[in-house]
């Protein structure tokens, strides 16, 4: 009796495995990029027709091959990057599979063209099918230049599953940007149906990042970079106004290979959390630099995912990378860890505990300073504030009343729309703090930090309109710069003017000042414009802040209530009325935390109590 099970022909199981290797076109695409990286090159070009379906040529100066080379590489596992399985263990290039010309090949015509740097003479090899048609010398530039033709030809059930050449050709076209993105000096062309569609010579990542994706968002980002002996991570982080709406802009290199990570991404979204609008992503860029030992990129085919030894570690060292570097960039705050932890491990780098609560406990801040990030949130604490009353009332954030009496400035609370309900009483204390029962607890807010968070948003609102407010000074004051000020002044004019100040030159170094903004006390005008000045120079040097911001941080530092001042009982709730109209309550502009919510569990816990 014949048996019933075959061993398939080679050409079937070589397009049984082409398959899972080069799936369209960009596959195709990425694997020859790939290759030409792997082969030390520093430009490279893609020349595509028909979105790739018709041809795609890869050109590179790469270190080519000799002949007996060239013929291998089509070969099923043939390949110059690993010879051992401890090689296996520890891949420092982008290709080891041996696969993916093999697979090309068998889909398609293929032409390799290549030439060593020393050799007199380069090689022809052509093979359709997977089978070879030719093998000659031939003239070539030193590298490699492989061109396929027809790909899919004979796996008709493939090309026709080829999506629309919109379709592919964005594929095609991201698989260059990440490409482009892993190694910022590659010099790469990209040509599609005889246009160019890219072409960007070597330069450093941020440059490039303008390039690709343009000036807007390169200015939407900051660089971070963190290095340590088991794991390096660098990158750029987009700022939580550059937010985008999907996921797909979220690009992750494992040791210079883009590659997909669940975990990776979500760390990073963690650290980013209560920044982030619902439904909205962060923007980010991040290399990831590993012993190749570490990590298993042999997982799929398509090497894009990868298999970390310790894959809690990772998530810990990314989550507090990521956060540290928005706290540097006053956008989070580092603290309200459990206190009883030390601090190498609350920064997640002690890589002692590797279980799910390690993580849960390095995050444990979030108990504590409680984003009110969403409606609901705020609502909820709203709610809370008044203990099961559904007083709630609605606030804009763009109107908030500035009232310019005695006592603090403009933080008398606007008794059209409150956001809680202040049967409860507040208590300042010493000076300092106000401290309210919630439902969940005991919520403390920073008076001064507070203060700061209303002015900066109110300051960086103000840029944007078109009229300013001011209130006028009935004794204007004369003042008397230094000329490095008064240079700084000059130069800061038209953002003063926009924030309420009035000041009009009398010769270069003579200031008349007539005009203040409604939130600054009166009286304190002339010491405040020197400390916003004095401030605003010591931060000159940082260079990842605009002027604007940088303005707008030291006028709300100077201009803020300060710890000592005290507030009464309507103060208070003016300024908690207008901390939660603003966008991030929670945090002031230096990325100090405003709001320290202390828990009954907490509370419990710290008192012996189970219940
Ligand atoms: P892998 O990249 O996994 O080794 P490939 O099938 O992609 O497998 O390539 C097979 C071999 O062909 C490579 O190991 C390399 O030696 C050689 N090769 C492929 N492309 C190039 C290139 N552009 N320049 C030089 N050598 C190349
Ligand atoms: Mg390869």
């Not at 705020?378 to 559904?390: E, H, N, Q």
């Not at 009009?504 to 010491?527: A, H, N, R, S, Y």
Request: glycine content about 6%; proline content about 4%; charged content about 25%.
């Amino acid at each position: 009796m014949a048996s019933t099970i075959k061993i398939l022909s080679q050409t079937l199981a070589d397009k049984i495995a082409a398959g899972e290797v080069v799936q369209r076109p960009a596959s195709a695409v990425k694997e020859l990029l790939e290759n030409s990286i792997d082969a030390k090159a520093t430009s490279m070009t893609v020349i595509i027709t028909n979105a790739g379906k018709s041809s795609i040529q890869v050109i590179d100066n790469g270190i080519g091959m000799d002949r007996e080379d060239a013929e291998l590489a089509f070969a099923r596992h043939a390949t110059s990057k690993i010879a051992t399985y401890e090689d296996l263990e520890n891949i420092r290039t982008l290709g080891f599979r041996g696969e993916a010309l093999a697979s090309i090949a068998a889909v398609s015509h293929v032409e390799l063209r290549t030439r060593q740097h020393t050799a007199d003479i380069g090689t022809k090899v052509r093979i359709e099918g997977g089978i070879l048609q030719e093998i000659t010398e031939e003239a070539a530039t030193p590298g490699t230049s492989i061109s396929l033709r027809n790909l899919f030809y004979n796996t008709p059930g493939r090309r026709n599953f080829l999506k629309s050449n919109n379709t592919e050709f964005s594929h095609i076209f991201t698989v260059i940007q990440r490409i482009a993105l892993s190694q910022a000096k590659l010099v790469i062309t990209f040509i599609s149906d005889d246009e160019t569609i890219l072409q960007i010579r070597s330069m450093d990542v941020h440059e490039r990042l303008k390039e690709i994706f343009g000036e807007k968002l390169a200015q939407s980002v900051f660089s971070f970079d963190q290095r340590d002996d088991f794991l390096s991570v660098n990158g750029f982080l987009g700022k939580p106004d550059f937010l985008r709406k999907t996921r797909t802009e979220q690009y992750l290199f494992l040791n210079n290979r883009y590659i997909v990570s669940r975990s990776i991404n979500h760390a990073v979204f963690k650290a980013y959390e209560h920044l982030l609008e619902k439904g909205s992503f962060p923007f980010f860029i991040l290399f990831l630099t590993i012993d190749p030992h570490r990590v298993d990129v042999n997982v799929h085919p398509s090497k894009m995912e990868v298999k970390f030894e310790d894959e809690s570690s990772i998530y810990r060292y990314v989550f507090t990378t990521v956060r540290k570097a928005l706290a540097a960039h006053d956008l989070v705050p580092m603290v309200g860890l459990d206190s009883q932890t030390p601090m190498g491990d609350r920064l997640g780098l002690i890589s002692t505990h590797h279980s799910e609560t390690s993580i849960q406990r390095s995050i444990d801040w979030r108990e504590l300073v409680r984003p009110p990030e969403q409606a609901a949130e705020i609502s909820r604490l709203r709610s809370a504030v008044s203990r099961g009353d559904d007083v709630i009332m609605h606030a804009e954030s763009d109107e908030i009343s500035a009232s310019t009496s005695h006592g603090a400035p403009g933080l008398s609370p606007d008794q059209t729309k409150s956001f809680v309900d202040y049967r409860f009483p507040l208590w300042q204390v010493h000076n300092k703090y106000i401290i309210t029962p919630i439902e969940s607890g005991v919520m403390v807010v920073d008076q001064h930090a507070a203060h700061e968070r209303v002015l900066y948003e109110r300051t960086i609102a103000r840029f944007n309109e078109t009229t300013t407010q001011s209130q006028q000074l009935l004794f204007p004051h004369t003042i008397e710069m230094m000329p490095g000020d008064a240079a700084l002044v000059t130069q800061l004019l038209p953002l003063l003017e926009a924030m309420g100040f009035s000041l009009k030159f009398f010769g270069k170094t003579t200031v008349i000042l007539d005009g203040i903004p409604m939130d600054v006390k009166p009286g304190k005008e002339k010491q405040i414009l020197q400390e916003i000045i004095d401030l605003y120079k010591e931060d000159e040097h940082n260079v990842n802040l605009e002027p604007r911001e940088k303005l707008a941080q030291s006028y709300s530092c100077k201009a803020a209530i300060k710890a000592g001042d005290p507030l009464n009982q309507a103060e208070m709730q003016g300024l908690l009325d207008q901390l939660f109209a603003t966008t991030i309550p929670y945090v002031c502009p230096h990325g100090r935390p405003v709001i320290v919510k202390l828990s009954l569990a907490e509370l419990d816990r710290r008192f012996g109590r189970t219940s």
